[in-house]
C-alpha cells in the first residue's frame, strides 16, 4: 500500500543547507475524529520528509544537481524584497534535496530509477564525472580531476545544458528526470503554515484564498454539519484505518453479509479470510466504476466498491499543489512513459478522474461514433441507445456551456481566435456558468463540479444498496471453469487492506464483476488475474499534447485585464477546432487550455540558464498557455502501471507541429509581448519588437522543429485504449456489451476499451459507455434473480 505524504521544507535566513474514513456509523467516524484530526494536520502541512536511504555520497550529487538548477543568485530587484529573495534562495537553501532524496529512496517508481541513482553515485566520484561529464569538468590545477560538487556552478549549468541537447539519450533523460524533480519540489513544498516563500514573487496566492480553513474550525461540527466534512458519501464510506473486525462489523450493518471462510486463492494450501458477499464488485469509481455502481445500486442491487485511492470530501481538500499530487493523482503525479519522452498525469482517489479533472465534458464527435461503428462494426455508437444514454450522463452532470466570466488562458484563446478568424467555440462543462475556479485540478472546493463522487457515487449512497471500500488494492479477479461451460465465470475479486492495525486479505463473492481502474490500472489487474488476450494492455492512446506560452505583463488599461492571473478562473471554457480536421479524417488536433500551478509549469517550462528559469518563473502569474491536444494514432503499451512505452506517428508530430504554428499565432494576435515554445532550447520572441518577416520565420521554424528528438516536454490527461472493445476477440479485449471474451460475467467500464483514440476530452464517452454496459449487467442480474 502506499501511503501519501506533504512535501515540506524550511526556508533559513542564513545561507546554510536546510535541515535535513470514515466508518458506515457516525459512532465509528467519532472513534477516529481524533486520528482524522493528526492526519488532517500532517495533509495540509507539518508531515515529516520521506525517509532518506540515500547514501552520503548520492546525497552529496543530488545537492550539487539541485543547486545547479536553483542556485542563489545576486540580484537587483530594487523595491521588490520578495523577488530579491526568490533569486536568493538555492534550493539547498530550501531544503529540496533532503526531500528529494527521501522521495527519491522511498516513493519514487520508474523503470530509469537505476539510472538516476547510477547518475549521483558516478558523480560523487572524480572518474564517474569525468565519464558523464566530460573535459569541462577539469579544474585548472592539479589535481584537474573533480567530483561534480566541486565543479564551478557556472561549469555545471554549461554541463547540464549540454545534457538537455545530447543526441545520447540517458544524457537527455538525465536532464529531464533532475531538472523535473527539482523544479517541481522547490515550487511545491510548504512549511507548517501551508506556504513557499517563494510564491510572492511568483505572484501567486498559494491554496484558493477563499477556501482556507485551520484543522481545527474543521473538525469542530455535528450532525448535519458532519456531512458537509465527510462529504456526501459519508453514509457509504468504509473506514479503512480501522482493525478488521471494525471494518468487519461496517460492512454487515449495511447489508452486506461477511463471513471467515476458508479459500483457496491459488495457493497450494487452503486459508481462512473474511468472505464479503454482494450482488456486483465494482473495482474502481471514476467516470466508469461510479455510472455503473450508481446505476446498479439504484436498481435495488447490492453493490460493494473498491478504490484504490482515499476519499477526500469538499472540507477535506488542501488545494496544494504538492500534497494534492501526492494524494490524488497516479505515482504522485511523477508519472511518465519509459523514456521519459510524456509526462502522464491520471487521477487516484475516490471519483477517480473525474475529482481532478479540468470540468471539459464533449459528447463523443460524430466522426468518432461514425468511426467505431462502420470500421470497427461496433453499432452501439451509432444507436438511439447511446444517444440517450449521453443524454442521461450530461443530465446527471449538469453539464452547460454559459461562461459569466472567463479566465486569463481562456480569454487569450478566444481573442487570438477570433482576430485571427480561426473557429473557436464554448466547451460544455459539469460545473454552473458562475464556477470561476482555477483549482478544480486538485478536487472541487464546494461539490459543484459534478465528478462521480457528487453525482453518481451520491446515488449509490442514498441508495442504501452499496458501500465504499477506499485506500485498498485489489489483488487480482477470481473466476473458474464451471461444468457444461466453454470459458470461465467470474466468481469475485480478492483485496488487500493495510493500515497500522494490520494488512488483511479480503475476499468478495459477487454474481457480476467489473473493473474499472483506468486505461493504466484496468490491464495490469487482468493479467494478474490470469487473463491471456494478447490485446490486454495494447493499442495505448494518451492524447499527446504540446504548449505554447504568451506574456501579458501588467499594463493599466491593457486587455486582457490587470487583474487576471494564469491559474485563476475556469480551466476550460474555449478551444478551437483549426486543425482538428472534424469534417474529413477525424484525426487532428483541438488547442485548448490547461491548468498550470508554479510546480508543473516549471517541469514544462525550458531551462537554459539558472538565470533564466528564475526570470521566466518571476512572471508565471501573466504567462497565459495554450495547448494543441492530438488525435493520436500512435500506440503505446502498459507494461505495469508504472512501466508504460508510447510512440507517436508521423501524422501525429505533423499534427502538433500544424497546432503549435496556430498556437503561436494565436498568442500573438491576442496581445502577447512574448511568445514561444517549450523546446529545451528556450525558444523565445519579443512580438512587439520585431517584423512580420521575422515573426513569420520565427513560428515556421520552430513549429518545424518542436518535437524533434522528443526535445519538448509532451504531456497527456487523457489515457485510453489499452483493453478495447471489438467484435473479434483476436482484435480486442472486450465486446460490446463490456464483457471480456475470456471469462464470463467480467466487465470493464472505463477509457480503456475505447476502439481508438477520441480527440476530444473523454469523460462523457467514459461514461455514456459505462451506462450502456450497466444496461448489460442489469439485464444479467435480473436473469439471475429469476432463475
Known sequence: MEHTHTRNMSFPTTGKVGDSSIGIEMDSMRMSTRQGLDSHRLLRGGRPPYTNSLTSREMESLTAICDT????????????????????TSASMAGTPEYLGGYISSRLKHPALWLLRLAMWFLSTWY???????????????PYFQRFSQVLQHKREEIALSWSISSFFLYRMLFKAFKFLTLLFFFTQVNE???????????YKGPDPDFIRTPQDQIEVETEAEATHFGPLYKAIINTENPRYVISEALRKAGFPVSIRRQHLGKRTRA??????????????GSGGGVVAGVLAKSGYKVLVLEKGNYYARDNLSLLEGPTMDQMYE????????DLGVVVLAGSAVGGGSAVNWSASIRTPAHVTAEWCNKYELELFESKTYKQAMDVVCERMGVQSAI????????VLRRGCLELGYPIKDIPRNSPPDHYCGWCCFGCKDGRKKGTHETWLVDLADSGKGVIIPSCKAVKVLHERRKGRKRNKATGVVFEIGNEWEKGVYVVES?????ACGTLGTPVLLKRSGLKNANIGKHLHLHPTVMAWGYFPETPGRWPGEEKKSYEGGIMTAMSTVVANFNTSGYGAVIQTPALHPGMFSVVTPWVSSMDIKERMSRFSRTAHIFSLARDK???????????????????????????????RILAAAGAEEIGTHHCKGDRLNVKQVSSHEFERFVKEVSRKVLRDLSTPICSAHQLGSCRMGVDPKQSAVNQSGETWEVEGLYVTDASVFPTALGVNPMVTVQAIAYCTAQSILEVLARKKTG
Open 69 to 88: 538548477f536553483l542556485p542563489s543568485i545576486e540580484s537587483y530587484c530594487q523595491g521588490n524584497e520578495s523577488l530579491h529573495t526568490f533569486y536568493r
Open 193 to 203: 503554515k501551508n506556504e513557499n516563500p517563494s510564491w510572492e514573487a511568483l505572484g
Open 331 to 338: 505515482g504522485g503525479g511523477l508519472l511518465a512513459t519509459k
Open 511 to 515: 454474481k457480476v464483476t467489473v473493473v
Open 272 to 285: 481462512s479470510y473474511p468472505t464479503i458477499q454482494c450482488d456486483a464488485v465494482v473495482v474502481g469509481s
Open 128 to 142: 564517474g564525472t569525468f565519464v558523464i561529464c566530460g573535459i569541462g569538468s577539469l579544474s585548472t590545477q592539479f
Open 404 to 411: 459569466h466570466e472567463e479566465s486569463l488562458n481562456n480569454a
Open 634 to 664: 500512435g500506440e503505446g503499451q502498459v507494461n505495469s502501471q508504472r512501466s508504460l512505452s508510447y510512440q507517436l506517428d508521423a501524422s501525429d508530430e505533423e499534427n502538433l507541429k500544424k497546432g503549435m504554428e496556430k498556437m503561436l
